[in-house]
């Protein structure tokens, strides 16, 4: 008995995580706009694009065997074990850095995929992108497709969302490729309760998406930023495949 107490109240080497906020990067977040762009002209959008977050307990959160239990059972926690969550030996400061720089390199990257894709990389166009309060590189695809709509939309006068409450994650590189997220189950969660009715997900991580997907929630896997784009265009015209999970 005494075992399974000290068990109990002892803290275990997880962190819990649970579905963060989203913000609309073509809209403001905090009152300051997410992207802003000048050098050229940009386009009124309607429609959303929602980058999501996840939120886990600190580094130096006390975590119980009771948390863990919990969190295991429930479809909107994970339990995940502190080092793929927080690099081992790092404290709260430097893994705040980190993020902060992830974020910076994921912005750049966007950018540059972004404008890439338009044809206009040599064109004198200054994008400038702020989210307060997010680390991390996982919304480098939103980013790039924010971009896309704000200077060109669906390249036919329409919004590259079709108007629709569109969210997602991914990372992005300078050549457009998308890569792997963690947390996507949870991701898919904070989505739908901010109203969004497709979610775009890495393809390699659409098992884990389908896994406890919110009904309503329609997936769209994407490997790259042209095809993420394509997809949202079929998508508004009707015209052409989209695939799916």
């Avoid at 995929?113 to 919304?139: F, M, Q």
């Avoid at 079709?162 to 189950?185: E, L, M, P, Q, S």
Wanted: aromatic residues 4%; proline residues 5%.
């Amino acid at each position: 008995m005494a075992l399974v107490a000290t068990a109990g109240f002892a803290p275990l080497p997880f962190s819990v995580a649970q579905p963060g906020t989203t913000a609309n990067v073509l809209g403001e977040n905090k009152g300051t706009p997410v992207i802003t762009i000048s050098g050229v002209p940009t386009r009124k959008t309607e429609g959303q694009l929602r980058m999501t977050t996840i939120v886990a307990t600190g580094p130096d959160t006390r975590v119980s065997l009771g948390d863990v239990l919990d969190g295991w059972f429930r479809t909107d926690r994970a339990v995940m074990p502190r080092d793929s969550v927080y690099p081992s030996g790092e404290t709260t400061e430097e893994i705040q850095r980190y993020n902060t720089e992830q974020m910076k390199k994921s912005q750049d990257a966007a950018t540059e995929a972004a404008l890439a894709h338009l044809g206009r990389a040599d064109e004198n166009i200054k994008v400038t992108l702020r989210l307060a309060d997010v680390g991390g590189p996982s919304a480098g695809l939103l980013f790039s497709l924010g971009i896309i709509d704000k200077l060109e939309g669906d390249g036919r006068g329409g919004d590259l969302t079709g108007g629709r409450n569109i969210a997602g994650t991914g990372t992005i590189d300078g050549d457009g490729k998308v890569g792997a997220v963690g947390g996507v189950a949870l991701k898919t969660q904070a989505a739908r309760r901010d109203g969004a009715t497709v979610f775009l997900v890495p393809k390699d991580e659409c098992s884990e998406a389908e896994s406890e997907l919110p009904k309503g929630l329609r997936l769209i896997p994407v490997s790259t930023l042209k095809g993420a784009v394509d997809s949202l265009i079929a998508l508004e015209t009707g015209k052409g495949s989209v695939p799916s999970c």
